[in-house]
């Protein structure tokens, strides 16, 4: 495996489109990057600090019920969902992929996962590109986390 600095980076929607259509068990992550993420090996409940068995990471692999819609939209707003990470826990924090086994899930019922293997960084203008997708849908979407 490369070391997590040699990561490719992921630059379109499409490009993780076609990787989530190709493989199972692929998830992002929001964080300081897999390099620290790899060291720390799990994640720890904000509210009290205990160390869950596994990192945080959200599933991208399509569920069943999306039945046959469109797999861009399904990515689109599987990035919009945490968009709002980095405006709350800093600039540093950004989005990358991931193959993982699930574990167990943290107490935001979000997957935790083992044996984790990076697969890119996802670029920033993947994110804005994946809010264009999500805002050209109909209906009123937004992050989990609004603005009020």
Known sequence: MSTPDDLPVLRTLDELTRLVEGRDHLYVRWSRGP??????????????GVAMPGLSANCLDVEPWWQDRPV?????????DYSHLPREKG??????????????????NEPLVVDVEPVGRIDGRMIEEAAAEVARQEGVWGPLRRRQ
Not at 35 to 48: F, G, I, N, P
Not at 72 to 80: D, F, G, K, P
Not at 91 to 108: F, K, M, N, Q, S
């Open 35 to 48: 390099a620290a993420d790899l060291r720390a090996v799990s994640s720890r409940d904000e509210l009290t």
């Open 72 to 80: 861009r939209v399904w990515v689109a707003r599987r990035l919009h």
């Open 91 to 108: 600039p540093d924090v950004h989005p990358w992929a991931l193959r993982g086994r699930e574990t167990g899930r943290g107490p935001d």
